[in-house]
């Protein structure tokens, strides 16, 4: 009798172990057949009011690029009439260990102006789709209307862990500039590109974010690492009007309102970029024009290499150059020809510390310095364009007001 209650055990025992296996077996089969789209982002890479463009990576190579979208924040992609389908490029690139990994970049374009859409992207297989996530187009917006976005740097992470710290410095910015219409990062989004892990936890901790705000981004030492950015531009969809001789994706403009925005790559073809810079900003007719560079021309210290950039800066009255690559937070006393002038007759560089885990002690005070210190938290900032004013506010991760200023026009 024992042996029999022994037998009867052990059998129910071993159905019990086999059919979960059966089932972690099943859904790691499911989820390797589906192969999701990771890292979703949405950039501008046209007209903010009428497009988005957006990119993502798989696991595999070689699948379709495919964005569905419906107006309104209901995700209801079975009803075809409503659905609208934007097919995008597919392509790979190398990473660690010489894998390669699908690269999928799209736009939808031909959208109305302040709408709501949801959408979903993927192989156009079904199984193959990501969550849904919902953004909003820009308003057609006349010159008189506000513009906010939200400014950070360095959120330079290696681990999940690190990159929490990034996701929670974007969730205060969010509370606290609630209709900020997107991110201007100024580069070393994370410590080692070719790790892919950073890049996942970096999309992934801020995803709620990313997937709906646009973040626009600039090429740092730890992203462009001996000349090849390849891992960290086939991240972004950004506008291809960038300088000859740059890296792809690494330098660009675009216009949000009354302001011109250029991003320029201070890691290589400094040279090429210069006379690209003038014909940029000779050609822009906003009212304000902003830079966004890693390192800084005026940071905790001079990046002598772009003091090319720093006459053009000078020669077309560029607003505000927003900079990184310090880790600790300075901004310039405003600047023209190496001097200091008064309000609102010079160029502002700002430096707003880092975003992410990795903070610096504060560096020696130069003459250019109107504010310099390092209180030990990441920070962001947010910026408001409206009419003749700018207003900058700078806060750290706990939303303490850490410096604010005002530009003129
Ligand atoms: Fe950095």
Redesign the pocket.
Known sequence: MLINRKIITFGIAAVCLALAGAIIWLENADAVKADKPISIVTTIKSDPATSRAFTWHTRWAGLETVVQLVKGNEPTFENSNEVLMFYGQSSEVRIEKGSIRGVHRAEATGLKPGTEYTYRVGDGKEGGWSKAATFRTASALSANEAVTFINVT?S?GTTRHDFKLWGNTLNKAFQLFPDAAFIVHNG?LTEDPIREESWTAFFEQPQKWLTSVPLMPVT???DEVDGDSSIFSSHFNVPANGAEGSNEGTTYSFDYGNVHFVMLNTESNIKGQTEWLRQNLSRSDKQWTIVSIHRGAYGGNMYKKIKEWVKIFDEYGVDLVLQ??N?EYSRSFPLRGGDIVRDGEGTVYVTTN?SGP?LNEKKEDQFYHRAHFQKGKPMFAGITVKDDTLSFKAYDIDGGLLDQFTLKH
Do not use: S
Request: aromatic share 0%.
């Open positions: 360095d330079q070393d740092g030492n730890h990184g690559h880790h880092a990795k």
